[in-house]
């Protein structure tokens, strides 16, 4: 889908989650399954969408998710010719830090 693609080309994004949590962990949902972390919906005069993201660890969670919105926005309405409405992003989780060798 349209929308996972953004979502995966955007920095700071680790993957699509499911939308709920299991066990209190979000579940980070590989390229074949994405979709799962999408809900579409059809409204008067054009598309609502929210995303179930995880986000890298040490990103600036609000600059990530504004960046997210637009280029979901702007691939759907280029593609499809479909007015997005609204983009809500859930931030379901945050990737694990990267780890250093401890070589300075």
Same mark, same amino acid.
């Given at each position: 889908? $349209? ?10 994004? @680790? ?24 809900? $579409?919906? @059809? ?7 929210? $995303?179930? @993201?995880?986000?890298? !660890? ?7 998710? !504004?960046?997210?919105?637009?280029? &979901? ?5 280029? !593609? ?6 609204? @983009?809500? &992003? ?15």
């Amino acid at each position: 889908m $349209l929308a996972a693609k953004a979502a995966g080309d955007c920095y700071g994004i @680790v993957g699509m989650s499911a939308r709920g949590l299991r066990d209190g962990l979000a579940e980070l949902l590989n390229r074949d399954n994405a979709e799962r972390g999408i809900e $579409l919906r @059809v409204e008067e005069g054009g598309l609502g969408i929210d $995303l179930y @993201v995880i986000v890298d !660890h040490g990103v600036r969670i609000l600059e990530v998710a !504004h960046n997210l919105m637009s280029a &979901v926005a702007y691939s759907l309405e280029q !593609h499809l010719a479909l007015r997005v409405l609204e @983009v809500n &992003v859930n931030v379901q989780g945050i990737g694990p830090p990267l780890e250093q060798d401890g070589s300075g």
